[in-house]
């Protein structure tokens, strides 16, 4: 079932997402997609805005956008849960740079995955990157991979993400985005690990001593909507809002990507340690998760060997 809200002749798209304010994300849809979706259909379609959960934590708001009374969201990866084969993008060292990401999750590849979120009732319309993950703790900087043992890490309830963190040595707690700044504030746990950008505009470095840049897993987020709206709407809005939804994704990709330098310049003149530890000895702890994982869902094998052969294409 699924709600298609009206308001004085208007359709209204509520988009949910757990990003701050001044997040690239939410910047995005303000002054990208709201403008053009709410312009190019003469106002018969008015956006709003639902930042910093103010719709519920993700999983909430996930749940919202299959049942329809929620209808757009910006989500990251928890469909996985539900979903094995969006692991997929979150397998250890899955994706070489932000440019193959890009590929994958906007192109044919992605399509093909996107597939397996039909049966919930949501339509992906444009992947856009969260960033690579990188770690940030308060116990010690992590210049080898011998510097992970026994860390107290956050992380979110992915059963690929806890594999991983478990086999570079840490201790993994399992906790809701919302509560990670108090969790790391109150010591918790010591640390956890999400893209540059996402710990930035939420606040966790003002409450962290040590940033690790492990790039051990791409963070991808995704502009979903309800297939029931969606399927409602014209052909013309349609094609509004997925062109919409595309720039808006560009738009997150360019200011993520550009804003990386500065962020570490920023942390490391507050007194932030960050390090770049040799990433070859965290490639080799972790692959055996990518071929369990092919060996559990062999269906995927094609699509991962599809993205391994496409990365050589933006190796340097």
Known sequence: MFVLSSFVGATTLKIANYYAVDHPVNQALQNKFKPMVEEGTNGKIKVYIFPNNQLGAEQEFIEGVQLGTIEMAMTGNMWENTVPQFRIMQLPYMFVNYEHADAVLNGPIGEKIYKYLEPLNVKVLASFPNGFRVISNNKRPIRTIEDCKDIKLRVFQGETIIKEMKALGFSTVVLPFSEIFTALQQGVVDGQDN???TAYYAGWYDVQKYVSITNHMYSPGYIVINKGVWDRLSEDEKEIIKKAAQVTSEAILNAVRSQEDQIIKEITNKGVVVTYPDLKPFMERVKPIVNEFI?????????????????QKYLQ
Request: net charge negative.
């Open 195 to 197: 893209p540059l950008a």
């Open 295 to 311: 060996e559990e869902y062999p269906e995927t094998k094609d699509i991962i060997d599809d993205i391994q052969e496409l990365s």
